[in-house]
């Protein structure tokens, strides 16, 4: 894409592309569970929260992209109880983690992405959130420093009931946004959930791959600096 001159609506996903944790999650995990008295190595624990983190995305497999509040917050539960099963069941940590995220302390911003929002915005643009999230994302973003039509344009796959690279999510996406999807650049950090699900959608799309591991897709860039 050599241009934004026939685009009128930007995307973006919200984890590792809009939106950064403060801190790595393996280190939030570690200090809340050690209030409950509980050390664990953090090697281990990043092992267990990868597997986890799997098994949950294989059972949404399972319902061809339906999504829920319900589920999001069991799909939570589950990975915190897994990721402290040898310690009990520990359920007193999983409400704070919960809570946690829903907050705008436990998100940053990408350094560069202050320049990026007053391009788009002097180019009038339409600028939107839309990631397989839950309702905790509205809360999370109001505190940050982003645009305000931003905060008041949050799409989450729990609230529209399907999650990425399913079609109906990317149908809100165009209905939000109010133009063609030849028109709409969606831009996310996951091969499958947001460049093939947006293009297959017809819109134009975006890898953002700062690590450089899919070297092999033509439409990725570096960083969101690099739409400048």
Sequence with gaps: M????????VVFDAVHTLILPK?????????IAARFGITMDAKALGKRLMEAYAHEEQIDLQTEGRASENRERQ???????YCFAPYG?????????????AQSEAWVLPPEINDLFVKLESLQMKLRIASNFDARLLT???DLPLPEQIKQNVLVSSLIG?????????????????????????IGDDRVN??????QAGMKALLLDPEKKSLDIKNRIDSLLDLL
């Design 23 to 31: 801190q790595s999650p393996v280190i939030t995990y570690l200090q």
């Design 140 to 142: 999370a973003v109001q």
């Design 75 to 81: 799909r939570w539960e589950n990975i915190v109880a």
């Design 2 to 9: 050599k241009s934004l001159s026939d685009i009128r609506a």
């Design 162 to 186: 399907w999650r990425k690279p399913a079609f109906p999510f990317f149908q809100e996406v165009i209905r939000s946004v109010d133009c063609s999807p030849e028109h709409i650049l969606f």
């Design 89 to 101: 069941k520990n359920e007193s940590i999983f409400p704070i983690l919960w809570d946690y995220y």
């Design 194 to 199: 947001d460049l093939h699900g947006a293009q």
